[in-house]
């Protein structure tokens, strides 16, 4: 039975798609639905406090390229390593886009439930402590399957 | 339009989804039966706030065109 839920999977952690997600998101909890984002993979970036992460080798450098923070999101396309970024987020505060941070924050005033996948953090060496303090839970897929199960918006970005 | 307002949202210079989310935040801390007008520019509003009284249950009583941006008349009733 779908119920008056949504529930989004975040993959991606390209600029684009979480504005993509998070707009979604905002929408759906203004209208009063019980909304949860799934963080997953680089997705989890986008829920990262932005400090440095990992414990072996490969995992250091992995946090060191793949670095979290909303501020360190670039787009999925035409960033030329970092440049593209930077030209989005000027194109977008002129136009007076919301910032990914205040959106962000949005849905946490939306009582959006924030989600983290528990495998792509043990493979990528991410902590709880490297996430912000707003995330729920760090869960697996079964979690994420009850919740999508009776949602009435599922969706995979 | 000769509504009475209870409550002015400032929603100019807000793109989208920022009306709609103060519109929700806003709307929840109303009483029954007060009506909201809604001051916003974003063209994407024109379809937005209907929308949004439609799928909460709340009614949507008409725009008015204020120049540089439009009035969006809500009554919370949901």
């Known amino acids: ?9 975040v993959f991606s952690g390209d600029m684009d798609k979480i504005f993509a997600a998070f707009s979604i998101a905002t929408g ?9 984002l799934f963080f997953t993979f680089w997705g989890i970036k986008a829920i990262q406090k932005g400090n440095l992460t990992g414990k ?11 670095r979290g923070g909303l501020g360190r999101l670039g787009p999925s396309r ?17 136009k007076g886009v919301t910032p ?15 989600l983290a996948c528990k495998m792509s953090m043990d493979v990528m060496e991410i902590k709880r402590e490297d996430l912000i303090d707003e995330v729920e ?8 399957v ?3 199960s009776d949602s009435a918006i599922q969706l995979f970005i | 339009m000769d509504i009475k307002v209870d409550k002015v ?34 063209d994407g509003a024109h379809a937005d706030i209907p929308a949004w009284c439609e799928q909460t249950g709340n009614e949507f009583l008409g725009e008015e065109n204020a120049g540089d941006f439009f009035r969006y008349f809500v009554k919370k009733t949901g």
């Open chain 1, 56 to 66: 072996g080798l490969m995992g250091k450098m992995l946090g060191l390229m793949n």
């Open chain 1, 28 to 36: 759906a909890a203004a209208a009063g639905m019980d909304t949860t």
């Open chain 2, 9 to 42: 949202q400032n929603s100019i210079g807000q793109m989208c989804p920022m009306p709609i989310a103060f519109l929700a935040k806003t709307v929840r801390k109303m009483e029954v039966g007060q009506v909201l007008e809604v001051q916003a520019d974003d």
């Open chain 1, 146 to 148: 009850k919740e999508a």
């Open chain 1, 78 to 94: 035409f960033n030329f390593g970092g440049l593209g970024r930077w030209m989005f987020k000027k194109m977008m505060t002129e």
């Open chain 1, 137 to 144: 839970d760090v869960v697996g897929v079964a979690k994420f």
């Open chain 1, 1 to 9: 039975m779908a119920e008056n839920k949504a529930t989004i999977v």
């Open chain 1, 100 to 114: 990914l941070e205040e959106l962000r924050q949005t849905l946490i005033d939306l009582d959006v439930h924030f």
